[in-house]
């Protein structure tokens, strides 16, 4: 049992690495992704200007650059196998788990290489700052695994289904919301207060979604999977 | 057998009327809200309907994910397809209610933030059934939507309410487990409550039987 678990960890990590290479020959989803969430940027900062809004607004701003940028990026994971036929290859290969876990680390690697881009770039063209950066960060790392999580299990079940690009959005909404107004909270928290504590709800908020969210993904992936 | 429906379908007519006049004359009304408690025997029955068909839909998804039987995500599909007429009806009483009682007709509390995720992702359901052909991939992919949009509500029920404070008055679970309400005025809900029941499961059960003829009807073409 141990082994075959150890296994399918092995196999999550090739497929995470099939990814990686296969991305860098198009670099694709990260050019979508990026230049979605930078033209996004300026236009908000451009229609606001940068003293014109409150540090609240700014940190739900903040939070909807990073949600709908994700919405662009996240679903081609899973739409780039079905398009390119590869997806019945992969099945022969390894297990439904191995699949999941794997391309769920290469979208949460996205999300975070996004953040690492998006977010310095918001705080000097938004003035924007925030009280305590613990907080901050941490709401931003337990969302961006809750984000990557529902993004990559709604991206398999729109794979199979036609008009893809529009269903995404459609159907992610919904699910992801819990993230994007637990994170906007626990951001205006970070804007305003230092002591880690105050930000308890929202991060337990963010953590029991991440953990109830890949749980689910695990349990039903194999469903989507081998349709 | 024919005879019995009949009686049973009057009474229910019946006793839905008596509910109408009974919220409207006889229940007395709450202190500090006025004549628009009325809304409370229409708006709760309404949206606790959304939610329990909501709980039927994702019964009978995982029920088509084990047996693989079509005819169980036709019934899935039923019960979103009434959850979704409840769920319309719930917000917009519960925006009427909002308008005279907070003064506008949408704010944002959370509570109305979940009925709105709600109708969001039963409209996202049946968007997701339009995009797919073939009749059990539409299945399937519906059935794990639904259950994955199932584990994600209670974060808007549940917990959302908990964090942000909210002006909705509790609902029939609240944190001390008591009811504060006058006994007539407890007597009108509940018959209201259970009226309303009947009748959505009177609606499911029309639906079910018209979906096993139909399949019926396929057989023996075949």
Redesign the interface.
């Known amino acids: 049992m141990e082994i075959s678990r150890l296994q399918s960890l092995r196999n999550a990590w090739f497929v995470f690495q099939k990814d990686v290479q296969q991305e860098f020959k198009t670099r694709y989803s990260v050019n979508a992704i990026l230049l979605f969430a930078i033209v996004t940027l300026f236009a908000v900062s451009f229609s606001i200007g940068t003293f014109g809004a409150s540090k609240e607004v700014k940190s739900a701003l903040l939070w909807i650059i990073l949600f709908f940028s994700s919405m662009s990026g996240l679903s081609h994971i899973f739409v780039r196998e079905e398009e390119k036929h590869t997806s019945d290859t992969l099945k022969l290969i390894c297990a439904p788990v191995s699949i999941f876990i794997g391309k769920l680390i290469f979208n949460f690697i996205l999300l975070l290489l996004l953040e690492i881009i998006t977010v310095p770039l918001f705080f000097a063209v938004m003035n924007f700052s925030v009280a305590s950066t613990s907080i901050f960060l941490s709401v931003i790392l337990l969302g961006s695994i809750g984000l990557s999580a529902g993004a990559t299990m709604i991206a398999a079940i729109i794979s199979k289904a036609s008009a893809k690009g529009a269903l995404f959005a459609v159907l992610s909404f919904p699910i992801l919301l819990p993230v994007l107004v637990a994170g906007i909270s626990g951001t205006k928290v970070a804007v305003i207060e230092t002591s880690f504590l105050k930000a308890a709800d929202e991060l337990q908020m963010l953590f029991a979604y991440a953990v109830v969210v890949i749980t689910a993904g695990l349990l039903l992936f194999d469903f989507v999977w081998n349709e | 057998m024919m005879m019995l429906h009949r009686i049973w379908q009057f009474a229910l007519f019946i006793w839905i009327i008596i509910v109408i006049i009974a919220a409207f004359t006889w229940a007395p009304l709450a202190k500090g809200l006025g004549e628009y408690t009325r809304i409370l025997y229409f708006h709760v029955p309404t949206a606790w309907l959304t939610v329990l068909s909501f709980l039927i839909g994702a019964i009978y998804s995982v029920i088509y994910?084990r047996k693989r039987d079509l005819k169980y995500d036709y019934y899935a599909e039923a019960a979103s397809q009434l959850g979704i007429v409840f769920c319309i009806l719930a917000t917009v009483t519960g925006s009427v209610w909002a308008k005279v009682s907070w003064g506008s007709f949408w704010n944002w509390d959370p509570r109305e933030?979940s009925i709105f995720?709600l109708l969001?992702?039963y409209?996202?359901y049946f968007?997701?059934r339009s995009?797919?052909?073939q009749e059990d991939?539409k299945a399937?992919?519906a059935?794990?939507?639904s259950?994955?949009?199932f584990?994600?509500v209670p974060?808007?029920v549940f917990?959302?309410p908990r964090?942000?404070s909210s002006l909705h008055p509790d609902p029939l679970i609240n944190p001390q487990g008591k009811i504060n309400m006058d006994s007539k005025m407890l007597t009108t809900f509940l018959s209201s409550l259970f009226g309303f029941t009947v009748f959505f499961v009177w609606l499911l059960k029309s639906k079910m039987d018209l979906i096993k003829i139909r399949l019926n009807l396929k057989k023996l073409e075949k």
Do not use: G
Request: charged share 5%; proline share 0%; aromatic share 18%.
């Open positions: 994910l933030t995720i969001l992702i409209s996202a968007a997701l995009a797919v052909e991939r399937t992919l059935a794990v939507y259950l994955f949009a584990v994600t974060f808007f917990i959302v964090i942000y």
